[in-house]
């Protein structure tokens, strides 16, 4: 399949996914955010994929929506931002609390890892939040952006947020809009790691690497859709559904090999089945 706007390529059981306009930092456009899509279910569904990573390419991971964007929908007075949003709805597809349009990556059974290698701005930043995991180049800066274009928390993001540093956090980085480096960001829990600028890319491919060859693509897909759906459930239900699955993974091809490779002292041959 062509994209436009991304890259995709999938090489030692993991997908990279790369937002392709570096010359405008990778603003957001909606093709992109149809291809992005697109590619996130064709990773989805290849059985030789067992991680996504999504990066961007020259020095920004993604700038926000792209200004021809917004100034569209500023001079039709919002006309056109209807016209985008009724779109999206239609459009939209998912399972439970994941409709939205950019809430869908919790539904892809197989983890999805942001490399962030520079500017995480607005919808970029929204679009790095739903991301499983999120790695930063030392160099990365990143901003709600949403108050300083006189918009609101978008796209769940006042829920996203939240979650991850905190709500006095959250309030900061949304009511100010204010930038923050990579230090910062680790420190409060926006990212998982930092890493040199030069290094950010072999980094996050190594610990994807060690996900695909370790780990059984099963049990990631179950843990996966565990941990995203237990945050609207209570212990007792988390609990329920955990002991559901325990049976169930018992079953398996995954458990049988899981137990079997500790026992023989070799590598694992997981099949995800």
């Not at 990279?16 to 909606?30: E, I, M, Q, Y």
């Amino acid at each position: 399949m062509g994209y436009e706007h991304i890259l995709y390529d999938v090489k030692d059981r993991i997908a990279t996914v790369t937002l392709n306009r570096p010359d405008k930092l990778n603003a957001w456009t909606n093709t992109m955010g149809h291809e992005v899509r697109q590619a996130m279910a064709e990773a989805g569904r290849d059985e030789a994929v067992r991680v996504i990573v999504l990066t961007g390419a020259g020095r920004g991971f993604c700038a926000g929506a792209d200004m021809g964007l917004l100034s569209d929908i500023s001079a039709t007075r919002g006309v056109a931002a209807g016209d985008v949003a009724a779109r999206a709805t239609a459009a939209d597809s998912g399972q439970g609390e994941f409709r939205g349009t950019y809430a869908y990556f919790p539904t892809i059974a197989k983890p999805i890892i942001g490399a962030l290698n520079g500017a995480t701005a607005g919808l970029g930043l929204v679009v790095a939040l739903y991301c499983d995991l999120r790695y930063a180049a030392d160099t990365a800066v990143f901003t709600t952006a949403f108050s300083r274009r006189g918009l609101i928390a978008e796209h769940g993001v006042s829920w996203m947020l939240p979650q991850l540093v905190g709500l006095p956090n959250a309030l900061d980085l949304l009511l100010s809009a204010r930038k923050l480096d990579a230090a910062e960001a680790l420190r409060i829990g926006l990212v998982n790691r930092v890493l040199p600028h030069a290094e950010l890319l072999a980094g996050v491919r190594a610990y994807a690497q060690e996900l695909a060859e370790l780990v059984s693509p099963r049990s990631m897909g179950v843990i996966k859709r565990q941990l995203w759906e237990a945050q609207f459930q209570t212990l007792s239900q988390a609990t329920a559904v955990a002991n559901d699955e325990m049976v169930k993974s018992f079953g398996t091809a995954d458990f049988k090999e899981g137990v079997a490779h500790f026992l023989e002292k070799r590598a694992p041959r997981f099949t995800g089945r």
